[in-house]
């Protein structure tokens, strides 16, 4: 049987899920090897160095840099509280003397009789890492974090904004293709994860905000929306740093696109349930993509690493359009023919044919799907 690889996203009921939880600088890990966590659990801290105040100590003590030294009352790797004396000039017969106080509490990093500029630190900042995830730990890696696994119904997006959090899953949209109204939340949803059907609207977010939702899982997005709630255009960068008070997981594409079925059943299957998810992205070098994770009872036996495997394009898989047109429609593979063809652009590619969920049978470039895994 003819098959061929392409990249895809994975949408399954059980899958092991395998996760590092790093801090950015060396620290201290709070787990060990075998502990069960939960998803809130601190797993590792860490202080992140404070910002650099420049101070110009020559310029207000009113006098030339290479005397700074005669002045100063600090020295450095000194800790100082705001409003603490940092120099002081002697002035004339006792009188007339410059004081200079500390702007901030904090450290002195350096001394310059150079420039006369002293460079002061803010307090270091402290950085906790959860395990963001229920599962077991199945590695540490000494003063930099833990590896946790566990068992899970999975779903990627196609795109997303905001960090982690976790919350219960609502489904609030009857069916795929359907799409909620602000009042569709009520006070109850407060700190939940809803899900939207096959769009969620600029109105519906501003009233999951108002009602302290945690996320929002959603078929579809406008773009004219999303520029509202951000105020800016997302442009090509990763996303998933975004502090709007949510995070919003797009399952299919921007617009009114009907959720993938699959995807919902799955949801509606595990409505109630806790779930982890985050909205980073990152569609270049080192493909991230937004998920949703849901934790499932499981022996530890069962636990052991997944392989990485590409996705396999063959007869009888499920694909995702992923350009016009036909965008974002949901179909399976007839056949893949192994001549070259030329497509509207006159270019000789490799396609494929596929029957989409509205019965609709078309030919595609295989560069133009990629594969929803189970």
Known sequence: MAQAYSPGLTVTESIIIRKERILPLKGTVLVKKGDK???????????????????NLANKLGTIPNLVKDYVKIKEGDHLKKGQIMAETKGFFGLF???????????????????????????HIPLQIKAFIDGIVVDVIENEGVVIENKSAYIQGIFGIGGETTGEIIVLADSPEDSISPEAIREEHKGKIIVTGCMVTYAVIKKALKNGIKGIITGGIDDHDLKELLGYNIGVAITGHEDIGITLVVTEGFGKIKMAAKTFSLL???????????????????????????????????????????????????????????????????????????????????????????????????????????
Not at 38 to 43: A, H, K, R
Not at 350 to 374: Q, T
């Open 97 to 123: 003397r410059n004081i200079v106080r500390s702007p901030i509490t904090g450290e002195v990093e350096n001394i310059s009789s150079i420039t006369g500029q002293l460079l002061l630190r803010e307090p």
């Open 268 to 374: 509606q299957k595990f409505h109630g349930k806790k779930a982890s998810i985050h909205g980073k992205t990152q569609i270049r070098a080192g493909v991230m993509r937004p998920e949703i994770i849901i934790p499932l009872e499981f022996k530890e036996e069962e636990l052991k690493e997944p392989q990485n495997k590409m996705s396999i394009l063959e007869i009888g898989t499920t694909i995702r359009v992923i350009r016009q047109p036909n965008f974002g429609l949901i179909g399976k593979v007839t056949a893949l023919p192994e001549e070259l063809t030329k497509v509207e652009s006159e270019t000789l590619v490799r396609i494929l044919e596929a029957e989409l969920e509205n019965g609709k049978k078309v030919i595609i470039p295989r560069a133009n799907v990629e594969v929803i895994e189970s």
């Open 37 to 55: 966590l939960t998803s809130e659990d601190l797993v590792a801290e860490t202080l992140l160095p404070g910002k650099v105040v420049p101070f």
